[in-house]
């Protein structure tokens, strides 16, 4: 699926690399799990005339509990290394 966005957060174009400011309209090839974007000039096609402002959502980083116990812990010890586990 493609489609024209405006960018919320600054970027850089998936074909050459080129910064993309907040705000700049893109062309985004979305494919589960994965989307790519393109500048106006690797997009090959000229954007249309009225793009939806971008979502402006809060980023709020989560911590894994796990992580947490870690290091009040210490970290792992020799076992849970052999073993693999988190």
Do not use: Y
Not at 44 to 67: A, M, Q, Y
């Amino acid at each position: 699926m493609t489609r024209w966005i405006r960018l919320g957060i600054a970027s850089s174009c998936g074909n050459c690399s080129k910064p993309l400011p907040v705000d700049a309209t893109v062309l985004e090839f979305a494919r589960r799990p994965w989307a790519v974007i393109r500048c106006v000039a690797c997009a090959g096609e000229e954007p249309p005339d009225s793009v939806d402002p971008p979502v402006r959502t809060s980023t709020k980083l989560r911590i894994d509990f796990n992580d947490r116990i870690d290091a009040m812990r210490g970290g792992r010890d020799w076992k849970h290394a052999q073993a693999g586990e988190r």
